[in-house]
């Protein structure tokens, strides 16, 4: 009897400690349903001129006349660009990044946000990848000075000075194989 009530009050003791860890707390992120996002109506974002989508050398600095960050233009050819989708931790270099949004894909920078926000954009980015739209690339961009998130995408633009989960998932989804030149493409 002994052993069954320390046992028990063992399992209680590593359930209270698990609990005051966080262990069982969900982790954060966007509550959003991307799937019931209305995005119909007009295209949301700036649309950019088009500077072409010439290859150049890996290493070479592309020439992004409508500056930073393009929206099209020069990039590097494979194996360089385009790079893997997904949730990154570091910045990547324009010339690899253009080459996915010539793909039809969607790059989204962020910078200056809380721990919080930045988990409620990489849960809503994780949320739109397992949910159909996984040609996405997140990633920090140390330079950005007028914004909080930028959203990119062939000829688009929007920028955000907060986390707006709605208008991230509508941008995504008109956006994602629209105006590209290699639409479709992984």
């Known amino acids: 009897?002994?052993?069954?009530?320390?046992?028990?009050?063992?399992?209680?003791?590593?359930?209270?400690?698990?609990?005051?860890?966080?262990?069982?707390?969900?982790?954060?992120?966007?509550?959003?349903?991307?799937?019931?996002?209305?995005?119909?109506?007009?295209?949301?974002?700036?649309?950019?001129?088009?500077?072409?989508?010439?290859?150049?050398?890996?290493?070479?600095?592309?020439?992004?006349?409508?500056?930073?960050?393009?929206?099209?233009?020069?990039?590097?050819?494979?194996?360089?660009?385009?790079?893997?989708?997904?949730?990154?931790?570091?910045?990547?270099?324009?010339?690899?990044?253009?080459?996915?949004?010539?793909?039809?894909?969607?790059?989204?920078m962020y910078a200056n946000l809380t721990q919080a926000e930045s988990e409620q954009l990489q849960g809503l980015v994780r949320n739109l990848m397992a949910n159909g739209n996984p040609k996405i690339i997140l990633e920090p961009w140390p330079d950005m000075k007028d914004s909080k998130v930028i959203l990119t995408a062939w000829d688009w633009i929007l920028k955000q000075q907060s986390v707006d989960d709605t208008t991230i998932v509508k941008f995504v989804k008109q956006h994602t194989d629209d105006e590209a030149p290699e639409n479709g493409t992984p």
């Open 1 to 108: 009897m002994w052993i069954a009530l320390a046992v028990a009050i063992g399992i209680v003791a590593l359930i209270l400690v698990g609990r005051a860890a966080g262990v069982f707390t969900p982790a954060a992120g966007s509550q959003t349903n991307v799937q019931n996002v209305d995005t119909s109506g007009p295209k949301i974002g700036t649309h950019q001129e088009n500077i072409g989508n010439a290859h150049i050398p890996t290493g070479q600095k592309g020439n992004y006349t409508e500056g930073l960050p393009p929206t099209s233009g020069e990039h590097y050819a494979s194996p360089a660009g385009p790079a893997p989708w997904g949730v990154k931790t570091s910045w990547l270099p324009f010339e690899v990044t253009t080459h996915n949004l010539e793909h039809g894909g969607i790059v989204i």
